[in-house]
């Protein structure tokens, strides 16, 4: 058995700040980074040689490997986002203030999951400290998960030939709430 060298992927370009509006909501958004800062304190300058960080937000070709066209448009209108993520106060806000604090987390959120996906290939071993939006599927979002970053790295490992097609994959959930999203997007699928 070879020997596991496990990668971390984090940035703290996953958190959202959001003017304070986030503190309404029950979702801890600034949870990555006190799950980094506490990995640290327990393994020290260890952890950052073993850590990788997104350099950038998922692209739409990626987004469309589990996403629909329509659904990515649903994406551009404030209101859904607000009822996406029952938040009804942000609906009247710039669209271009929503991206910058709410999609562009959830965008290097969901590319830290594809790289994990990718270097768990590799390493034996790879966790992404942001993502897991687990309600989000292919033509919806909801309870604060608007892409289905999960799906999406199954997705594309299957896509890229990464895993045969006669692999499967299994999904560890350990929030409270059944990953709905996931649930969707894998419903027909045979892995």
Not at 88 to 111: C, D, G, N, R, V
Not at 126 to 142: D, I, K, M, P, T
Not at 173 to 180: E, V
Request: glycine fraction near 6%.
């Amino acid at each position: 058995m070879s020997h596991i060298q496990p990668k971390v992927i984090f940035s703290e370009a996953y958190d959202i700040h959001f003017m304070g509006l986030e503190k309404l909501h029950p979702f801890d958004t600034r949870k990555y980074s006190r799950a980094w800062n506490e990995a640290k304190n327990v393994l020290g300058d260890m952890l950052d040689l073993h850590t990788i960080a997104p350099t950038m937000p998922i692209d739409v070709h990626d987004l469309l490997r589990v996403h629909s066209p329509e659904y990515l448009n649903e994406l551009c209108s404030t209101h859904y986002i607000a009822r996406a993520i029952e938040m009804p106060i942000i609906a009247p806000f710039p669209y271009a203030l929503i991206e910058s604090h709410l999609l562009k987390p959830m965008q290097y959120a969901t590319q830290g999951t594809i790289m994990a996906a990718e270097l768990a290939m590799t390493h034996r071993l790879a966790v992404n400290l942001g993502g897991g939006y687990h309600h989000a599927s292919a033509n919806r979002g909801e309870g604060f998960c608007l892409y289905a970053d999960v799906a999406i790295a199954i997705e594309s490992l299957h896509q890229k030939g990464a895993v045969s097609s006669q692999s499967q994959a299994v999904i560890i959930d350990l929030d409270a709430h059944q990953g709905n999203g996931n649930s969707r997007v894998f419903r027909d699928k045979d892995y």
